[in-house]
């Protein structure tokens, strides 16, 4: 067994447990009724997890180069170091699940459990993650969770992971990492098991908590990691039992009929009656001096305040019934971004009607006899594009890749029997892999066409013919957006190597398929452009199609079309405003 968690022990906890909540989901949803009976702990939990995961994947993918070594080095040297540049430290990897876990939090639970796991990347650092460290983190996880809470409630996933820390305490000096993290677990679902008689609301339901039966499933996928569970293996954590299997049934049959008989409408500790009538959520950019305040604002304002973060970076999540109040709390503490609200009775009127799709979804005479077109695409002016085209928009964040879920839902919705999905980024094929997997088991015929640009996904509709076979229109699409190349620009954001060479902050850059090949100076954005557009068209190309980010001066536009007809005066140019926030400039040329 390991002595100490290493990087790769990391990055398969984390595949287990996105792994196991996928299994529970549905059983965490349906056992959701504190603080809020709204269904969502268990989505909530899997897509924060889903964030996390996404962010230690990247690690591992995006290792920064090294520089060359002296020409007396030897290959063995090299080899070293090839090795050594390729893993990640423990403690990177840490910070990375707790940052991506923080900037994709969802819900209560899920921003609870962001704040577990940076007090476990906290406490742990980049010191040895042996067992005796894995004790402290698992308190100092404990400590950060009531910390973050404004007013803590026992019976919850606190007590839980309160528990779990209380229960490695007295376990021998000597022993294993794999013995802590099992001590763990155990514990933790033995607390769980009690927090119906702790919590009344759960007592009435004849459920345990939800939020604590998500915590429980994460422990047990470290538990598992550290043992060297294969992340595939058939110990994932979701075969791990949370309950007794028997005890959980009788629960989930009692929660069912009190929820029949409207008596979880009768407890008012907060939720859809007698408690606040929204849910918010931002990421804060503020100094640490401005929390105070805020946090005494929101208290003042509404229930289930959680605020967790630090280094300038915070979730802030609270119950209330004034929304905007909550965000001008926030734009007075700092700079709030990616808000969300939620109103609740909306939210459990739409996932009730998103669970019958999904639940009845592989009865045919559910679905529609018609073909959809999903596109995940930044910008409105984009979505309008492929509105128009005949596609259903699901809108991607710029800070943030849909979830699997959030994709499987927007196809949901279309109620089709065959799919095509355009994904329109290179980083959404696993996400977009699981999903198809779903609805096809539901009885959804979907094929995925991994176009990685928005230009791609245009050329992709315009060939769409919902009158043709399905596979034949998938070929048709797929071959259209292969036939297009596509290129776009970014400002570096500090110093870098870079397949065209090493950039400076402010450069701009050409990216071509997907690689730097074009580095401009700051400011030359217009030249940088066409020196792109010239390499794209030196391979030939009928028309270029220039799609314009947020912000972007259609001054540009006209420059490089003007460029066009100079240069190349057979090849035809469209401009739109794509309104994209990840990039001022998108080309594509077929």
Not at 29 to 41: F, L, R, S
Not at 305 to 312: A, E, K, M, N, Y
Not at 355 to 379: I, N, P
Request: net charge negative; proline share 5%; aromatic share 2%.
């Amino acid at each position: 067994m390991p002595h100490a968690l290493d990087a790769q022990a990391v990055r398969n906890w984390c595949r287990l447990s996105l792994a196991a909540l996928g299994q529970a989901r549905e059983e965490i949803d349906a056992i959701n009724v504190y603080p809020v009976p709204d269904g969502d702990t268990g989505t909530n939990l899997y897509l924060t997890v889903e964030s996390a995961t996404q962010q230690v994947e990247a690690l591992f993918a995006d290792r920064p180069a090294r520089p060359a070594r002296p020409a007396a080095a030897t290959q063995a040297d090299d080899a070293e170091d090839r090795d050594d540049a390729a893993r990640p430290s423990t403690g990177s990897a840490l910070r990375a699940l707790a940052h991506g876990a923080l900037l994709g939090a969802r819900g209560n639970s899920g921003v609870i459990l962001s704040q577990l796991l940076r007090g476990i990347a906290a406490s742990v650092a980049d010191g040895p993650a042996d067992a005796d460290a894995l004790r402290t983190a698992l308190r100092r996880a404990a400590e950060a969770g009531y910390e973050a809470v404004a007013r803590p409630v026992e019976g919850t996933m606190l007590t839980v992971a309160a528990a779990a820390a209380d229960g490695v305490v007295h376990l021998p000096a000597d022993c294993g990492l794999d013995t802590v993290a099992e001590g763990a677990y155990e514990a933790a679902r033995a607390a769980l098991a009690l927090t119906p008689s702790q919590l009344d609301v759960l007592g009435r339901a004849g459920v345990v908590d939800a939020g604590g039966r998500g915590l429980v499933a994460v422990l047990g996928a470290l538990a598992d990691a550290v043992s060297g569970q294969s992340p595939m293996g058939p110990l994932a954590l979701g075969m791990r039992p949370a309950v007794d299997p028997v005890a959980a049934h009788a629960a989930h049959a009692a929660h069912a009929a009190l929820a029949a008989d409207q008596h979880l409408q009768a407890t008012p500790p907060v939720g859809v009656v007698g408690g606040p009538a929204y849910e918010v959520i931002y990421l804060l950019d503020a100094v640490d001096g401005k929390l105070p305040a805020l946090r005494a604002r929101l208290d003042a304002l509404g229930e289930s305040l959680v605020v967790v973060g630090g280094d300038g970076l915070w979730n802030v999540h609270v119950h209330v019934d004034d929304p905007g109040a909550a965000v001008e709390a926030g734009i007075e503490a700092g700079r709030p971004h990616r808000l969300r609200i939620t109103h609740f009775a909306s939210a459990a009127a739409s996932a009730s009607a998103l669970g019958a799709v999904g639940a009845t979804g592989a009865q045919a005479g559910e679905l529609g006899d018609q073909r959809a077109v999903v596109s995940v695409v930044q910008g409105e002016g984009l979505a309008e594009l492929c509105r128009g085209c005949g596609a259903t928009v699901l809108h991607a964040d710029p800070d943030r890749a849909p979830s699997s879920a959030e994709l499987a839902g927007a196809i949901r919705l279309t109620r089709a029997r065959e799919v095509v999905l355009l994904l329109n980024d290179a980083e959404l094929r696993a996400a977009a892999g699981a999903a198809a997997d779903q609805l096809r088991d539901e009885g959804v015929r979907v094929a995925v066409i991994p176009t990685r640009s928005p230009v791609q996904g245009l050329a992709a509709l315009a060939v769409h013919e919902p009158g043709r076979r399905f596979d034949e229109d998938v070929v048709a699409m797929t071959s259209a957006a292969g036939a297009t190349r596509y290129a776009e620009l970014a400002l570096a954001e500090g110093e870098s190597w870079t397949m065209a060479g090493v950039c400076q902050a402010g450069d701009v850059l050409g990216l071509i398929d997907g690689d730097v090949a074009v580095i401009g100076s700051a400011g030359t954005t217009a030249a940088t452009a066409a020196v792109v557009l010239d390499r794209m068209l030196a391979a030939g190309g009928e028309m270029v199609t220039l799609i314009l980010g947020d912000g972007t001066d259609a001054a540009l536009a006209d420059e490089l079309v003007a460029h066009v007809r100079r240069s190349n005066p057979v090849v035809d140019t469209v401009v739109y405003r794509g309104g994209q926030g990840s990039s001022p400039l998108v080309i594509g040329v077929e």
